[in-house]
């Protein structure tokens, strides 16, 4: 039995900690209810994290892509450059996040075979392996067998979001490519843990769906993951959707407060659960849910190949459709981006402002050596 097959019982079955998860999301504009339930959220989270903040970098390695998603500014028919880094420009990008103090990364990519191999992959983390203990990465689905070489290469953590739980809008928002197949990225997580991830992170992308909705699915999901998948670190991300090539508009909105509830909601009924906020969300905003729950932030983030030290620009192509044109030979531009973040605050100016506000931020939390690699 898989996720796939449970999801579409959830409302009419739902667990006792999935109950509790509902009644916390019900409309209520009541202050005090609020208070109460951010406060329970904030002695839950020092009860089991502390005072920690875990910091990562997203690394972006390729912005090609197969797929046609109609909110992501990587769409295949979306007329953008293009880039696939090199291993020595992923170095180059690397050693700039290391001198910035990172030691634990997420590695992304596009999905296109012809680019983006796993052979390819496995490389990069290899490469990455002296100048970070904690590799992630977020990639196309993949069968478990082709995940094995990225773990025995180094990657330890896998992050994949399902975008919308919703299978009719999943179906409009995902017009041709492999991410079509809604069941096979839904049980993309259990693969990742029978290849031997040792963190799984999941997420919906908040904008596509009802956000109630959206988010009883991802409990769902979680709670499914907990039972069966219970070795690994699991966590959750709620990113909301954010300007990108190809100008898709939300149709649906999660207001600050709405996503303060989120937060709130998942630390009370998943006390043990990770939950990540990345630079999708504004600076004052993201400085006010540090103390709610959340434990993983990233900073200083670029969404696109090279945007750190601007590897690649000489390389890059654009596409039509799909099509690569000519090349420009006086291009000078790197890659475009995934979305457009909020937060450019750089990594030691977050850092800061977590300190004042009583957080100690963490670096490194894992090392090879504990698992005997």
């Not at 109950?19 to 009860?47: G, I, K, S, Y």
């Not at 504004?282 to 729950?293: F, H, K, T």
């Amino acid at each position: 039995m898989s996720f796939a097959s449970i999801l579409d019982q959830l409302p009419s079955a739902p667990s006792p900690r999935l109950r509790r998860f509902v009644e916390l999301l019900e409309p209520n504009d009541d202050a005090a209810r609020f208070e109460a339930m951010a406060q329970e959220a904030r002695t839950l989270t020092r009860r089991y994290f502390g005072r920690t903040m875990r910091m990562f970098a997203p690394l972006y390695l390729s912005n090609e892509c197969i797929n046609n998603c109609r909110y992501c500014g990587f769409s295949r028919d979306n007329p953008i450059l293009r880039v696939t880094l090199t291993i020595e420009q992923v170095l180059a990008e690397a050693r700039h996040l290391a001198g910035q103090g990172f030691r634990q990364v997420l590695l992304v990519a596009g999905e296109h075979p012809k680019f983006v191999s796993g052979g390819y992959l496995a490389d990069c983390v290899r490469a990455l392996g002296p100048l970070f203990p904690s590799i992630s990465v977020e990639l196309g689905p993949m069968e478990t067998a082709d995940y094995e070489p990225l773990v025995a290469a180094g990657a330890e953590g896998l992050v994949v979001y399902q975008e919308t739980y919703d299978r009719a809008i999943y179906a409009e928002m995902h017009t041709s490519g492999p991410k079509r197949d809604f069941d096979w990225r839904l049980d993309c997580p259990e693969r990742a843990y029978a290849a031997g991830f040792r963190r799984i992170g999941i997420g919906a992308l908040f904008g596509l769906a009802p956000w109630r909705n959206e988010a009883i699915a991802l409990a769902g999901h979680l709670e499914y993951l907990l039972k069966h998948c219970w070795q690994s670190d699991l966590s959750v991300s709620l990113p909301r959707l954010r300007p990108a090539a190809g100008e898709f508009a939300p149709r649906y909105s999660l207001g600050d407060r709405a996503l303060a509830c989120l937060v709130c909601a998942f630390r009370i009924c998943f006390p043990q659960v990770g939950i990540v906020l990345s630079t999708r969300e504004p600076a004052p905003l993201r400085d006010a849910l540090a103390s709610l729950g959340i434990t993983t932030m990233s900073s200083g983030s670029h969404t696109e190949p090279g945007g750190y030290t601007g590897q690649g620009k000489h390389e890059a192509h654009q596409t039509v459709r799909g099509r690569i044109l000519p090349p420009d030979e006086t291009n000078e531009q790197i890659a475009t981006g995934q979305f457009e973040i909020s937060d450019d605050r750089s990594p030691a100016e977050v850092a800061a402002v977590l300190r004042r506000r009583g957080f100690e931020p963490v670096w490194k939390d894992w090392d090879q050596a504990v698992a005997g690699r």
